[in-house]
């Protein structure tokens, strides 16, 4: 076993992943773990950056793989007995041409229940100290916006939990195979939707760290902001580096920090939820 301190990135192998990935490699103490579910494209990225004089270490993890996910846990605490730092990157978005019922259903199957899966598997592996934190958006304030007063209130409520929330999350994928969602106070946005998610399940976690007194354990959400990279597209306005500020800044929290805690972060600042 390492005494080294580890940290971890899904969907490491390009974007901002890529570049939280080369970030980390240059100011975390310890390895970090470039993750990807094509092994191709992984390697391909490590190699890139070696070939910028940084170490990186990299693991195959599908987050739409349950036992993808648990082996990775297994590897973590055979060789570190756990994990420091947690990036909870990985995500896709839809083309708008694709039908809204196939962009709610793959949206929310990858963005929201695997990013839980992910948190429920390898959260309880985090060790005393550690930092978890999870990429969603600024579309997720514009599409809270845009939902009913009443789900408004309950993705904003301090008591929802975690089955409630994925309750609402696959209500949401319900309607939006039977073309109701707007009809049942939910806005025209599958990403939005699944960054909803995100968010407020960051909230839950971090609550729930607090019932169990691992207020030790910093857990976030945060916005990289408008990037430019296959998701983002070419009119965006940062650079996958900018883009990585953020969620960099979260991940390396000092020592003895009690805050971010549960909190939505852009620009290094904390959001109104």
């Given at each position: 076993m390492s005494a080294s301190k580890v940290a971890v990135v899904t969907g490491g192998n390009k974007g901002i992943g890529l570049a939280i990935v080369r970030a980390l490699s240059s100011k975390f103490n310890g390895d970090v773990y470039l993750t990807a579910r094509n092994d191709e494209r992984g390697q391909s990225a490590v190699k890139l950056i070696e070939g910028e004089g940084l170490k990186v270490k990299y693991h195959q993890l599908d987050i739409d793989n349950v036992e993808s996910i648990k082996k990775l846990s297994s590897i973590m605490m055979q060789q570190y007995n756990g994990i420091d730092v947690l990036i909870n990157n990985a995500g896709i978005l839809f083309n708008d041409n694709a039908p809204f019922s196939?962009?709610?259903?793959?949206t929310l199957k990858t963005n929201y229940f695997s990013t839980l899966n992910v948190l429920n598997i390898l959260l309880p592996i985090i060790?005393?100290?550690g930092?978890?934190?999870?990429i969603s958006s600024q579309l997720s304030v514009s599409a809270l916006r845009q939902c009913s007063p009443d789900l408004r209130k309950q993705f904003r409520s301090n008591e929802i939990t975690e089955?409630?929330?994925s309750s609402y999350m696959n209500?949401?994928?319900?309607?939006?195979?039977q073309g109701t969602h707007r009809e049942h106070g939910y806005p025209e946005t599958?990403?939005?939707v699944s960054k909803i998610g995100v968010t407020v399940l960051t909230k839950i976690q971090a609550?729930?760290?607090?019932?169990q007194g691992k207020n030790n354990i910093l857990v976030n959400s945060c916005c990289p902001g408008w990037v430019k990279t296959d998701?983002?597209?070419?009119?965006?306005g940062r650079t996958p580096q900018q883009g990585a500020e953020t969620p960099v800044y979260l991940a390396l929290l000092p020592d003895g920090a009690k805050e971010p805690h549960g909190e939505f972060v852009y620009d290094k600042k904390v959001q109104v939820w």
């Open positions: 196939v962009q709610a259903s793959g060790k005393p100290g930092r978890v934190v999870n089955e409630e929330l209500a949401f994928v319900e309607f939006a195979q599958a990403y939005g609550r729930l760290l607090r019932q998701m983002g597209g070419p009119r965006a």
